[in-house]
């Protein structure tokens, strides 16, 4: 298994890859795999907290804006992470951004609420699209009277669905009861989205659930996820796998939970798949302490292997917590689990394009940076928040996008 080392020469192209240097407070790193039909990108953009918030977030978005206009980006996700105190003000600022390209200011996006380790109220965002080059396929904005809008990637004999930001609002459009009631709701929700595009839950490879108050119901949101799933055959024994999922501590605005579906549909897996990492060499299912989620997800489309794997905690194969209050070791742990994952897919820590680090509190988040500087862990693009993990125990989190 490795950690540090060189990218392989193959794996960067000059042109489409790169970071561009730290300036008015603001970083913006670009990631792009080639396919046959289309550009594979990743673009994470951060604020560090130096000179005047407004200022760095109106450079970063001015950065991407120009990014997805010049190489031709249709989104297929969109995330922002900060205060919800700052969500309209930063969404107007985003809107003239995309305004001066000449961009669709309209394509849906998630706001989550990650408390910032910068000095800063809006700490980033990341960006998942494509950027098509034979003019038969592209990702479009597609209504949903149930969900709000999704984002539709037609390709070359498949479809991927991403609905954003679903809640648990009753018909009438108030939030649905208690917490349980309210995620209840919220997996309805889902399942009328996808019906509306012609799809099921068995059609679902990756969620991102956000849970206001993690840490006092995560047991009830358990057993109200796999209330839903099992109807659906999702995790039977030689069924459909659980999606990849992240389950952790985040809002928009008052909800007690929202979520993030990716569904898929293939002709073949010619044409695309999506097939499941039910354990990995470091854990095993994640179902056997009451998580109906995959440890990850590998696409596979057009000859290159894209693997999201779920949020990924300091987890033993028997599902216990380890390293008890050792920020440094459940650091290590950790992206252990995570290179392991990578390393059986035939990838390596540098092939990571996304990352989201979920830190208990700042001790952790400085343990993490201890680590991996003293490990020489290759850097590669983060957002980083404190936010809970889905034990008390647990001091960080992480979830990863790598392209092989």
Request: with cysteine; charged share 20%; hydrophobic share 35%.
């Amino acid at each position: 298994m490795e950690l540090p080392g060189e990218i392989p020469q193959h794996e960067v192209s000059g042109r489409e890859n790169g970071t561009t240097e730290p300036s008015d407070g603001c970083r913006l790193e670009v990631r792009a795999t080639e396919r046959g039909s289309f550009t594979e990108y990743h673009l994470t953009g951060t604020l560090d907290g130096s000179g005047d918030p407004g200022d760095a977030a109106d450079t970063l978005l001015a950065q991407v804006a120009a990014t997805m206009a010049e190489r031709g980006i249709q989104p297929i996700q969109e995330k922002l992470y900060g205060l919800s105190t700052v969500r309209a003000d930063v969404l107007k600022r985003r809107e003239e951004a995309y305004r001066r390209e000449e961009l669709d200011f309209g394509v849906p996006t998630t706001w989550v609420q990650g408390t910032p380790l910068q000095n800063s109220d809006f700490v980033g965002l990341q960006i998942w699209g494509i950027a098509p080059r034979d003019g038969k396929t592209g990702v479009t904005t597609v209504a949903n009277s149930t969900t709000g809008p999704g984002r539709l990637w037609t390709g070359h004999g498949f479809r991927m669905l991403h609905l954003p930001s679903v809640r648990g609002l009753k018909p009438g459009g108030t939030l649905a009861g208690d917490a349980p009631a309210q995620a209840d709701q919220m997996f309805t929700n889902v399942g009328l989205g996808l019906k509306a595009h012609g799809m099921e839950y068995r059609n679902v490879v990756r969620t991102w659930i956000y849970l206001a108050r993690l840490l006092e119901w995560y047991g009830d949101f358990n057993r109200v996820r796999t209330a839903h799933y099992k109807p659906a055959g999702l995790g039977a024994e030689g069924g459909v796998a659980f999606p990849a999922s992240t389950g952790i501590q985040g809002k928009c605005d008052h909800e007690e939970c929202l979520m993030d579906v990716l569904a898929m549909q293939s002709d073949g897996p010619e044409y695309a798949a999506a097939r499941p990492i039910r354990r990995s060499p470091r854990q095993d299912l994640s179902f056997n302490y009451g998580s109906a989620f995959s440890r990850g997800m590998a696409f596979e489309i057009e000859g290159r292997r894209t693997v999201h794997i779920s949020g990924t905690a300091s987890i033993n194969p028997a599902g216990a917590s380890i390293h008890i209050g050792d920020a440094e070791m459940q650091s290590l742990e950790t992206l252990m689990c995570i290179a392991a994952i990578l390393e059986e897919q035939g990838g390596r820590i540098e092939n990571i394009t996304s990352a989201t680090l979920f830190c208990k509190d700042r001790g952790a988040w400085e343990a993490w940076n201890r680590v991996t500087r003293l490990l020489m862990v290759p850097a590669f693009p983060q957002v980083c928040v404190l936010a809970d993990v889905c034990r008390p125990d647990l001091l960080v989190e992480m979830e990863v996008v790598a392209a092989i």
